[in-house]
């Protein structure tokens, strides 16, 4: 069946530091793949999503890029801040049908000072 | 304008006893979708409802566990005598369609805390 896969967290980083947070997946076809963000004391929302291969998303300078060799979609921000400390969820929707959509386990970032 | 909401925000309960949580999709959505985060867990995909399909209950971790959506609109989940390990928070999301061409945002609610004794 399909399934997302995200690297464990948590991640602790400094502000400006540069985030990659990994995100690999396994689903048949072309499926959409998303990244969202639950904030501390809030629901999920939508970051960013990809709907084709090579297609890039981005949103509130984080970025990610859809990988149809690798099967990846990781996210990426130039400049961390202590205000996207969050946890952040990968998630497919398999092409094909009415499809339900298939979430990682979530990581962690904590933005430090 | 509003968003999705879910009722109650905490529910605590007594191992055996039977509880209903509340989802209020956006109006006009016709997806809904019902998950379940455990501590430390990323989300578990428990039904979805589309218009007038179906549902897809294959999240459902066991007959204990039911949902309704009346209406086409408010959706209601039911836990019969609840265990230990249904603690969790379980969060409702909305999306405008799931059809094959759509790739629609899901919105999710602020989720209901459940803690069984």
């Known amino acids: 069946g399909d399934s997302v896969t995200q690297m464990e967290g948590p991640v602790t980083l400094s502000e400006e530091a540069f985030l990659t947070i990994n995100c690999t997946y396994t689903a048949t076809g072309y499926p959409s793949l998303f990244w969202y963000v639950q904030y501390p004391g809030e629901g999920l929302q939508l970051l960013l999503k990809a709907t084709k291969a090579d297609d890039k998303g981005s949103n509130k300078g984080f970025e990610a890029t859809y990988r149809k060799e690798t099967t990846s979609f990781h996210l990426e921000k130039g400049s961390v801040q202590v205000s996207d400390s969050a946890v952040y969820f990968c998630?497919?929707?398999?092409?094909?049908?009415?499809?339900?959509?298939?979430f990682g386990t979530g990581t962690k970032l904590q933005v430090i000072p | 304008g509003a968003g999705v909401s879910q009722s109650p925000s905490n529910k605590v309960t007594e191992k055996g006893k039977d509880v209903e949580l509340r989802c209020d999709p956006i109006s006009g959505h016709t997806a809904l979708y019902w998950y379940r985060q455990s501590l430390g867990q990323g989300l578990e995909f428990l039904i979805y409802?589309?218009?007038?399909?179906?549902?897809?209950k294959s999240g459902l971790p066991s007959d204990r566990f039911s949902a309704e959506r009346t209406g086409g609109s408010v959706s209601t989940l039911t836990i019969q005598r609840t265990q230990q390990e249904d603690s969790a928070v379980y969060l409702c999301?909305?999306?405008?369609?799931?059809?094959?061409?759509?790739?629609?945002?899901?919105?999710f609610g602020p989720g209901t805390r459940l803690t069984v004794l």
């Open positions: 999301a909305s999306s405008l369609a799931s059809g094959p061409t759509y790739t629609d945002t899901q919105y």
């Open positions: 998630a497919l929707r398999a092409s094909g049908g009415y499809q339900k959509v298939t």
């Open positions: 409802f589309q218009g007038n399909s179906a549902p897809d």
